[in-house]
């Protein structure tokens, strides 16, 4: 914990506006308890207008950092100090730290919290075993493609509906990031190791992805980073095709880990117990 914070009891929490659906209170929460730690993580409602207000008041109530979501991850560069070079790539931050000095560090965990949830479910996996297939080019998408890369991933295909943002994204992540037009997704998926779905088709009230994966080697690994429901329909077909996958939970669980780790000095474990408790909000 930050010298700043009193020693005894950890405060850290999560901003957002609207902050309500966070699961990271559950989370972190958990953890807290987990490891006996006399400290508290609390959901705190900041309007946009309000966030460089709440983010210094921080260091004066003594938190040791925070979580960001929606709609604080981009805004909240300009108000931290130091930004780590990953989530300045990244282009977000979902993670503050409070220095000992009383300065701001952001960081961007959600990297980590991918590529983790890819080892959780093979141990194997490395980014070099062949072709990625990226679909979306939004937030999570620019984690995603960012992590790839710094795995040394040799081919990434990235397609997205506007396929000018994915031309962009590309053209940001280096010569190993390789835009392919919408109307070839079907195709893309020919020869590649891993597929991950990172737009908001799928999730509860929105339609499935349309995306055909009869070209899909049989070895590739399916992942979906929408975590409402865990049981996406892209994934459901990809199992059913007998192909391994990782749903979104592992990512939202794994990005948590390096964060509660900053600011609590532990470094907190997946737990089934865990899992089963964030799943039952889903
Ligand atoms: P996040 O931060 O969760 O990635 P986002 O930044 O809003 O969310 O990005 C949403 C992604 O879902 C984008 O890639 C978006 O594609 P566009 O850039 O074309 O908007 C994608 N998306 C949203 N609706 C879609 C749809 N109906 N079909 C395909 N992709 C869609």
């Known amino acids: 914990m930050s010298s700043e914070s009193s020693p005894s009891f950890g405060l850290a929490g999560v901003m957002g506006w609207p902050v309500n659906h966070s699961r990271s209170p559950l989370i ?7 490891y006996r730690l006399r400290g508290a993580y609390v959901p705190l409602s900041v309007k946009p207008e309000r966030l460089e207000a709440a983010l210094q008041g921080l260091v004066a109530l003594g938190f040791s950092g925070c979580n960001l979501t929606l709609p604080h991850k981009v805004e909240a560069m300009r108000w931290v100090s130091h930004v780590d070079p990953l989530a300045r790539r990244i282009g977000a931050i979902n993670t503050v730290v409070v220095q000992s000095d009383g300065t701001l560090r952001g960081l961007n965990t959600d990297a980590y919290g991918f590529l983790q949830s890819l080892r959780d479910a093979d141990p194997h996996w490395t980014a070099k075993q062949g072709p990625a297939v990226v ?16 795995e040394g991933a040799q081919e990434v295909r990235l397609l997205n509906r506007t396929d000018a943002k994915a031309l962009e ?6 010569p190993a990031v ?7 997704r079907h195709e893309a998926l020919a020869g590649c190791a ?15 992805l349309d995306l055909r ?6 070895s590739a690994l399916v992942c979906d980073v929408v975590y409402v429901p865990l049981d996406t329909p892209l994934l459901s ?24 780790e900053a600011w609590f000095g532990v470094r907190p474990e997946i737990t089934p117990a865990l899992r089963a408790k964030v ?3 889903l």
């Open 28 to 34: 972190h929460g958990h953890w807290i308890e987990q």
């Open 135 to 150: 679909i979306g080019a939004g937030g999570a998408s620019r984690a995603v493609v960012a992590s790839l890369v710094d």
């Open 169 to 174: 994204l590309a053209a940001q992540m280096g």
């Open 178 to 184: 390789k835009a392919l037009p919408w109307s070839q």
């Open 194 to 208: 891993l597929l991950v779905q990172t737009t908001t088709q799928g999730m509860h009230g929105q339609p499935a």
């Open 213 to 218: 994966l009869d070209l899909l080697p049989s």
């Open 237 to 260: 077909e990809a199992k059913r095709r007998g192909h391994q996958v990782v749903d979104g939970l592992g990512m939202l669980l794994n990005q948590a880990r390096p964060a509660f």
């Open 279 to 281: 799943e039952a909000t």
